[in-house]
């Protein structure tokens, strides 16, 4: 399995007007160090990056920074509000971003409940209406509901990202049939974001044919990050080709996989 296998019969990822090769997006939290940060993203082939503006040193001449160890040349810096939880904190650190020198695009989160970290819907919708007035192309962290999912591309989202399970869980995808729904009814880019927690997910969550998975935790905390990014940029190109090809039906009974015709006798 390769990229060139996948590109030979899919498309390119296009969001907000701008292609990707990769349908792996990464992280930069919860690394050991960054010398394992920046090896687990090379091996992850991806070529968006998020930074959770709230929790790095804005600083680029910072050697211990995490900014100082990403090339905005070689990788597409994508900043999020993670760690947010009101729409207004949202809204603040997106411009605060952007003064920053990142570009427009923006991963927007913000969080309802400090357990489960699970999304504030009507503060989503508020900051989004904010942000995307402000021109920026917001790529949406929301739930697994597909009302919440219309209205967020009917706003005027660039991408909508519901959630497998919850951040950091790594229960894998527990909502198929959601998943599925949203991205059989959304014209944007449906990209998967948290919960993934090994290769199995990400293969079992792009055969639902979305269009690609964020994903930190999984990496970050893995024993050895580059091997698992590596797995996972395999698993993310198989349920892609695996999706793209078309599984057989299921069947509640053995079919012969042999021919049943013209047999010796």
């Known amino acids: 399995m ?11 990822l296009v969001v907000g007007g701008r292609q990707f090769r990769s349908r ?6 919860k690394y050991r160090d960054n010398e394992s940060m920046v090896r687990a993203i090379e091996a992850s082939g991806a070529e968006i990056v998020t930074v959770a503006v709230r929790r790095v040193d ?8 995490v900014l100082y160890h990403l090339d905005p040349t070689h990788h597409f810096l994508l900043a999020n509000t993670a ?29 309802g409940d400090r357990e489960t970290l ?3 819907v009507a503060g989503l919708l508020e900051a ?6 402000d021109g920026f192309q917001v ?48 014209s944007v880019p449906v990209i998967v974001d948290a919960g993934v927690g090994t290769a199995s997910d990400a293969c079992v969550t792009m055969e639902q044919g979305v269009d690609g998975i964020l ?22 190109e198989a349920g892609r080709l695996a999706f793209l090809a078309g599984r057989m039906p299921r069947r509640e009974v053995a079919a012969p996989s042999s021919p049943t015709t013209g047999l010796l006798g």
Not at 24 to 29: I, K
Not at 128 to 133: E, M, Q, R, S, T
């Open 2 to 12: 390769t990229t060139a296998a996948v590109a030979s019969v899919d498309l390119p």
């Open 139 to 186: 790529m949406a962290y929301t739930n697994d509901d597909l009302v919440t999912a219309l209205r967020l591309e009917d706003m005027g989202c660039v991408a909508v990202m519901p959630l497998a399970s919850p951040i950091g869980s790594g229960l894998g995808l527990v909502n198929p049939y959601g998943i599925r729904t949203i991205k059989r009814r959304l």
């Open 24 to 29: 792996l997006m990464v992280g930069t939290g």
């Open 128 to 133: 989004a209406a904010v942000l995307i007035k």
């Open 118 to 120: 699970l999304p504030d």
């Open 83 to 111: 760690g947010c939880y009101s729409a207004a904190e949202a809204v603040r650190y997106a411009r605060l971003a952007r003064e920053a020198g990142f570009n427009d695009f923006l991963k927007l989160e913000v969080i």
């Open 215 to 236: 994903m930190n935790t999984a990496i970050a905390e893995a024993t050895d990050p580059a091997a698992m990014a590596a797995a996972m940029r395999h698993a993310v």
């Open 58 to 65: 804005l600083d680029r001449k910072k050697t211990d920074g």
